[in-house]
């Protein structure tokens, strides 16, 4: 692929798809890697016509390994299977595997030139592997065509194929964007996908979905790693195995487990990731008229400490005439991201309870706006010294962020003092697309569950290294 086309691609496509834009953190930061945000603001489509793949396990289990920017699922695609590891993204749709037998591309990827952690699929070596049809609703659905005769006539269909719908030709390469910038280019395949069944299923066996739909990437723009899509489209792994109206519900780990080959966050799909859940709080999941496949909740305030933030505008929990606003919840956006001015308040809250000095050198690094020094101890839990956050989600639902969910240290400690940083940021565009965004940070030692069927959203504090264990998911 040129690059020079690909820089066109990017300034078209991205001057007006931008969602939780995050400001550049300088490479001293210990937390570099973190801010990645790729969530998809894709012009909606009709998927009237896309078909779901009927589930063929009851439930599935998938560990997710944390690394230093977001959770990883491996995927085993092929005959014999490849396994290739990818983010788990509740922020979009479709599922992507860097592809080619030859090489693949990512431009504007120095950051991660040493820690790319996988192999190219290769499609070549797998005997089940074959490109999608132009025709398929799966092609319509990646160009963002409300005429399902588009791909096929790009693809240089004569009219007669066309009208019969008989063409045979593959579908056409596609450009793919993410909110932060992201660009991904390649063509949609098809291939056997091979998933982990729970306990609870009938027998604790692999079992093997055919003609899954992917893309197959050859260059990208700023996505070093594959991603697996778990929003509400027709292109995403949820949609393709046929749990859209049951759920799936997962646990993350603590960052300080980062890399930690030893132990994972339990991703439970089915449903048993939304049965037996009378101990959760749930809110409703809130209806984008512009965005329906991404997952939004309101919020309706902040407790920091004793005090209570009431003034949360009302962008945070409903929509506008243009669809825009609600908070988004995004295991692809690593910080929890504000509107302005409520952002400020926050920062001005925490500042009046915190006495500690502030670190203005690391403030300048990373470009967060809090940070303080704080007396280092051996207890490695000195977040009591910090005020506690919590959320006020609708329907009554409170959620007190976890130990480690708000401030995080960036550095070994010097002198028996450690520097540590508040974990929020402000939204660079927050007049278009969502009004804020619940990050992964925040949803660390938090079970979520995602219940499809009701249309809700759960929470629940958790020992999210205890439930690997139980699960089976830490090797001692």
């Known amino acids: 692929m040129n690059p020079f086309f690909i820089l066109l691609l990017i300034a ?73 590891q990818v983010y788990m993204d509740t922020g979009s749709d479709l599922t992507w595997v860097p592809c080619g037998n ?43 065509s409300d005429n399902p005769l588009d791909p096929c006539t790009i693809a240089g269909c004569s009219l007669s194929t066309l009208i019969k719908g008989t063409c045979p030709r593959p579908s056409p390469s596609f450009a793919y964007t993410y909110g932060a910038g992201g660009v991904v280019v390649g063509t949609l395949s098809r291939d056997t996908l091979r998933v982990h069944g729970t306990s609870s299923s009938p027998s604790n066996v692999t079992s093997e979905i055919p ?51 030893n132990i994972s966050s339990p991703l439970v799909i089915g449903d048993v990731a939304i049965s037996s859940k ?40 409903e929509f506008d005439s243009q669809g825009n606003g609600g908070m988004l919840i995004d295991s692809g956006t690593t910080y929890t991201h504000l509107p302005e001015p409520f952002y400020s308040d926050v920062l001005s809250v925490l500042q009046s309870l915190i006495t500690y000095p502030r670190a203005k050198e690391m403030e300048m690094k990373t470009s967060f706006d809090l940070c303080y020094k704080v007396p ?18 609708l329907n009554n639902v409170s959620l007190g962020l976890p130990q480690g969910n708000h401030f995080y240290a960036m550095g070994a400690p010097i002198n028996s003092t450690v520097v540590k940083c508040l974990l929020f940021q402000t939204m660079d565009d927050g007049d278009y697309g969502p009004a804020g965004v619940f990050g992964s940070f925040q949803q660390q030692n938090v079970e979520v569950v995602y219940d499809l069927q009701k249309d809700r959203i759960g929470f629940q504090a958790m020992d999210c290294a205890s439930a690997a264990a139980s699960q089976g998911l830490h090797k001692r």
């Open 376 to 393: 280092y101890t051996t207890n490695a839990f000195t977040d009591e010294l910090f005020p506690s956050i919590t959320f006020h989600f």
């Open 278 to 317: 009378q101990n959760l709080q749930f809110t409703p999941m809130l209806k984008s008229p512009i965005y329906p496949n991404n997952y939004y909740i309101g919020l309706e305030a902040i407790t920091i400490g004793n005090n209570s933030i009431t003034q949360v505008p009302l962008s945070l929990r």
């Open 211 to 261: 003609s899954f739909c992917f893309g197959c990437i050859g260059s990208t723009f700023r996505e070093p790693i594959g991603i697996a899509g778990f929003g509400r489209g027709p292109l995403s792994l949820p949609s393709q195995l046929g749990f859209l109206q049951k759920g799936f519900s997962h646990c993350f780990l603590a960052f300080k487990y980062m890399n930690n080959p």
């Open 12 to 84: 078209f496509l991205s001057f007006n798809q931008t969602l939780a834009r995050q400001r550049p953190i300088s490479t001293t930061s210990l937390v570099l890697g973190m801010r990645h945000s790729r969530s998809s603001i894709r012009s909606p489509v009709s998927s009237s016509n896309s078909k779901k793949i009927p589930s063929q396990v009851l439930d599935l289990m998938e560990p997710l390994r944390e690394v230093r920017d977001g959770y990883l699922i491996s995927l085993n695609l092929g005959t014999p299977p490849q396994v290739i």
């Open 102 to 144: 030859l090489s693949f591309s990512c431009m504007d990827c120095d950051d991660y030139r040493n820690t790319i952690l996988n192999p190219t699929f290769s499609p070549s070596a797998s005997s089940s592997s074959v490109r999608d049809l132009c025709g398929s609703p799966f092609c319509t659905d990646i160009h963002s």
